[in-house]
């Protein structure tokens, strides 16, 4: 099995590519994100510990955990921010490689593993391959406008605890030009993958 790690700072397409790899290619897409949400749901193993560090008031109605008022919570406070991240990241780490394990036994040909935090956290040790997925500032800058309603200044806040572009091409196998002709993302895609 080829483990293919996804990356690329906010606003780049990584949901395209991915869009475009789930109805192309066999295999199993994974996004450590929604990896996270999982783990937050009761029962799950991130829960009691959000929980006790942020108390009843991040809790809804029914149990679960507002990511809203968790966010909120951490905006401006980089130690509560450091002790969350502390609980979810290993977590998520552990229910990514057993889901890797799990699928290397059933035959699987490709895994493809999205985060937006891929090589900060170190993802990129267990994949044979690690694609950046890039795009010109204002084209991200516009992206996150139109579809997340992002102001400037979340933008350049953003951006600012990103990688840069030249750490992000340094450290990834390619880099796939994601500027918004989806068919020259796609020939890219398809030229890597010929290769594998």
Known sequence: MKIIGITGG????????????????????????????????????CYEP?????????????????????AAQVFSDAERLKKLNSIIHPRVKEYILQRIDEEKKRGTPFFFLEAALFLEEKYDAFCDEVWYIDADEEVRRRRLIESRGYSDERID???????SR?????????RIENNGDIGRTCRQIEERMRGL
């Open 157 to 163: 806040g953003l951006f600012a605890n990103q990688l």
């Open 166 to 174: 030249t750490e992000f091409a340094r450290r990834c196998t390619c």
């Open 50 to 70: 959000v929980t006790e560090l942020f108390g009843a008031q991040v809790l809804r109605a029914d149990g679960s955990i507002d990511r809203q008022k968790v």
């Open 10 to 45: 906010a606003g780049a397409g990584k949901s395209t590519v991915l869009g475009y790899i789930r109805e192309n290619y066999p295999g199993v897409v994974l996004e450590a994100d929604k990896v996270g949400h999982l783990l937050l749901q009761p029962g799950e193993s």
